[in-house]
């Protein structure tokens, strides 16, 4: 079974600050991995999405890699905002059954103004 | 395009009581799925379809039924519910072919059961 791990649980830092979240997953035959943003009393939004053959997909200020082979990705937030605040998911399928995603439990990030 | 979308968005029943969760899309996917979002362990997986007529289970199944009679609705359904389902329940949905499989989800149904 795949266990998709975030840590740390949550994370405050100041306006401006470049900071990375992390992933990691206990199986590396994955087929792609997607990186989610979650507002409270919201559902999830899609930032991301790294197929196994990539090594990184950027977004304007959002940057994420993957390295398969350590069964690990992180997503790089750079000049963050307050607007930023949010709980960041990562999920992982696998190359059996690619439309299966795995969750981790997700990393509540806040932004001081 | 709506995209995902689903109803209710709030719903508090009584133990015993049974109900339908319902979840609609408009981009022709062909993959749906329903997950369940408990407080400290990420969202697990109840059922899911990967095309009308055709649905299997995933990690936490019991107590749920689904159905997929169209492309576009895949109702989740409680049959006799209990305090330990009250949760935030998600659908999403996606294409199913290759390099095609990214999640879009809907906003949620906030359950509480008493």
């Known amino acids: 079974k795949q266990e998709v791990t975030q840590i740390p649980a949550a994370l405050s830092v100041p306006e401006g600050e470049n900071l990375v979240l992390n992933c990691s997953f206990t199986?590396?035959?994955?087929?792609?991995l997607q990186w989610f943003r979650q507002d409270p009393g919201k559902g999830l939004t899609s930032l991301l999405l790294?197929?196994?053959?990539?090594r990184e997909q950027t977004s304007g200020r959002l940057n994420a890699s993957l390295d398969k082979s350590s069964g690990r990705s992180t997503l790089y937030i750079a000049a963050s905002q307050p607007g930023d605040s949010a709980t960041y998911l990562c999920?992982?399928?696998?190359?059996?059954?690619?439309?299966?995603?795995?969750f981790g439990s997700g990393t509540k990030l806040n932004v001081k103004p | 395009n709506a995209g995902v979308t689903q109803t209710p968005k709030f719903q508090v029943l009584k133990t015993g009581q049974s109900m339908t969760l319902q979840c609609a899309q408009d981009?022709?996917?062909?993959?749906m799925s329903w997950y369940r979002q408990d407080p400290g362990m990420g969202l697990r997986l109840i059922h899911y379809?990967?095309?009308?007529?055709?649905?299997d289970q995933g990690e936490v199944p019991n107590g749920y039924n689904v159905s997929r009679s169209t492309t576009e609705d895949f109702p989740l359904r409680l049959l006799s519910a209990a305090p330990s389902q009250t949760s935030v329940y998600f659908c999403?949905?996606?294409?199913?072919?290759?390099?095609?499989?990214?999640?879009?989800f809907g906003p949620g149904t906030r359950l509480t059961v008493l």
């Open positions: 379809s990967v095309g009308a007529g055709i649905t």
């Open positions: 999920a992982v399928s696998r190359t059996i059954n690619f439309n299966k995603f795995y």
């Open positions: 199986d590396s035959a994955i087929y792609n």
């Open positions: 981009m022709n996917h062909e993959y």
């Open positions: 999403a949905s996606s294409y199913t072919f290759e390099d095609h499989n990214e999640q879009f």
């Open positions: 790294i197929q196994s053959s990539q």
